[in-house]
């Protein structure tokens, strides 16, 4: 759709296209009324560690802009998927969260010891755990993606690209803002900042703070209360500085919290009754499924998980003459944890499980930027972090264990009185078995990092650019799983045989460490062909670092799946780091006086020893571990175009193909549907990677009076089937979707008040957000459904 519309568009445009481009137009404040827009604007990004022209950066970049974010209300990673090309994001709970871009990068679960593919931001500070940053942001000015390896400036473990989040910064101007949200389900948002001097011209200071709820949407037939409940809240202040004109200083503090304090999966199909089904139905018990349409669960016990996020940070930047130093130094700390009924049903078999992290991050990086404008531009420094992770999990049984999960092992657990484990023969002695662990990672990491531009004519249309990062890292290990509570006095060979059902609480002992060097380059060359139009080709290597299994992948472990993932699909306790090559070219170009742009990008990756979460069964249990796939490979075109039409008529969207498939993975584990051992997906579309993403935003303005401006926008966004599990397991296929969100409104004064009603997932679409698959244990298939139809209205006030 898309593509069609800005394909033709640009045949037409063919012969049009300006040699002289016309002059840059202001861009719109992000609460300005454009209904006397009719041009495209500069956007200014920061995809070089400088303020540059979208145009002009050789990389395909995606920007939202703050027109965007504030009038569609995109405050999370969750609405940013449906803006950016090729992008997919993985967040079932708030502590879980996984990026990827162009088919590359979401492991899924079970990421504690590796870092993301997707590197994050937040004004210049690197994020060492995705899950930091799964909360709403406030007071955002812009967020941009940069696709392809971003080693070079970016740092470690941007393989898969980066994302660069900008926040507003305090103004020497005074200004206020505030707003309110109501909707259906429950929802309530309030926003509010105020900024403005504190020493005119040297000080000033902007304070914005949130809250915000929104009940379930579908229903827990067990005590009548809805599920899927959410609720953030969050403070941010900000100091700017500016003592001299060459020098300013920015400190940052910020605290989020959030909770999902009903977040469940939905129990959607039987796939063999033979198994929970029927041990449920002998014991007197339904086993409760729901559809995607009508969803609902019969679950006992609470299912919760809250995070917390402070974090502190300062920028010092300095013109010295010449050039730009600068420092950022930040101190974050992330801490969750959860609380749940693990066996999602009314049984009181795993009344208690939670795997919590609590992260500290130190990082520093100072960097010196030749001025702009000049026939080569340089950028040098170094950066440095220390990372300490710690994952608490535990698990305890109930004493209907053995309903839901069939006898681990009969020599453990025979016979006794004639009486078997399926008819509760140790049902008492196993209820109140608890298993706790403590996992410590070590994170240290130092880097050295320059990027250079030529412009080796005066014209400045041709530039060259490289850029080279060296990556020092030590990472160590330290895991002990043990039992917390025995009250059966069960022996140990019956404590071991259950300890496989512990989830990241399995017994065990690790204590290991690992060195990781690498070096990450770029080379790109650029050429614009009229000053509107410009050809660039790159080429890129980007490393990840290698990681650790949290579980014990040793002998130390009971359980007998790990002996199986060692000797058929090559795990171990280190997993090797990844390697990526990634060739893109393209096009960039502005036609008809401004008022279409088209960016056109094509791209070719391949990453060795991609670092893929896999999961094998024996009896009851499936030991999830790391593993290192031979290769994959991701082949596509990503097309970007923004057009208006007529004055205040504004249309922006994208369409992008990716073939991203494993070109290499002949040992994979199989999906519970098969008998099989091994599975050979070499060839197969990877996981977290529709083939095609689309979406078309038409924004329409048009002043109603003298001071007032009404305006009316429809998104529609479509996404192309796509596998949900690594091995593909047939039952966690989502069929493609599209969904559609729309919002009318009102601006009065200039833009002082903003009135607007809105509607997400306007049509009621049906639809999966994660599959979950087979579980062969338990022979049912558990799935996310995406949230139903939303709809309320917002009040905006600024000054």
Known sequence: MVAALLLSTSVIAGAACAEDAAPAATPAPADQNTADQDQLGDITVYARKRAENLQNVPIPVTVITPAELTRQNLVNFTDFQSKFPAFSVYLTNPKQLNLGVRGIGNNGFNTDGIDGSVGIFVDGVYTGRQGMVSTDFNDLAQVELLRGPQGTLFGKNTTAGAVIINTLKPSFEFGANAEATVGNQGYQEIKAGVTGPLIPGKLALRLSGYYSKTDGNYPNLFNNNYQNARQGQGIRAQLLAT??????????????????????????????????????????????????????????????????????SGEVSWDVGGGTFTAITAFQHWSCFTNNDNDYTQLNAIPDYGSCNDEHQFSQEVRWATAKNRPIELTVGGFLSRQKLEVDSRLRFGNQYYIWAANPSTTAFPTVGGKTWAQGAYANQVAGLGFASKAIFHTDTEAAFGNATWHPDAARRLALDVGLRYTWEHRTEVYDGSVVSNLGNLSTAQINALSPSGANAQLGHVDDRLNDRSLSGEASVSYKVTPSAMLYAKFARG???????????????????????????????????????????????????????????????????????????????????????????????????ELFIAKGLHLKGFAAYNHAYYSSFHNSTCPATTTASVCDLTGRQVAWAPKWTADLTTDYSHEVGEDAVAYGLVDVNWRSKQNTTITLDPTAEIGNYALVSA????????????????????????????????TKSTGIVQGYPGNPRAFGGTVKVKF
């Open 243 to 312: 003592p001299t004109d060459t020098l300013s200083i920015r400190l940052i503090g910020t605290y989020n919290h959030q909770g999902f304090p009903t977040i469940s999966p939905v129990i959607l199909q039987v796939y063999d009754p033979a198994l929970l089904q029927t041990r449920m139905r002998n014991a007197g018990y339904t086993l409760s499924t729901g559809t995607v349409e009508n969803r609902r669960i019969n679950i006992d016990g609470a299912l919760n998980a809250v995070t917390d996020n402070r974090a502190v």
């Open 543 to 641: 490393n990840k670092s290698a990681g650790f299994n949290l579980l014990p992948v040793n002998a130390s472990n009971p359980d007998a799946s790990v002996l199986r993932a060692v000797t058929l699909y090559g795990a171990g306790q280190q997993v090797r780091g990844e390697k990526t090559d990634n060739f893109e070219a393209g096009i960039k170009s502005e036609w008809f006086d401004r008022h279409l742009l088209i960016n056109l990008t094509g791209f070719h990756t391949v990453v060795r020893n991609y670092q893929a979460n896999e999961s094998v069964g024996v009896g009851n249990t499936a030991a999830k571990f790391l593993a290192n796939v031979g290769s994959l490979t991701s082949d596509g075109v990503e097309l970007e175009g």
């Open 743 to 774: 919002r009318v409104g009102l601006q009065l004064a200039h833009g002082t008040y903003d009135i607007q009603l809105w509607s997400e997932n306007l049509l009621n679409k049906a639809y999966y957000i994660n599959l979950l698959g087979l």
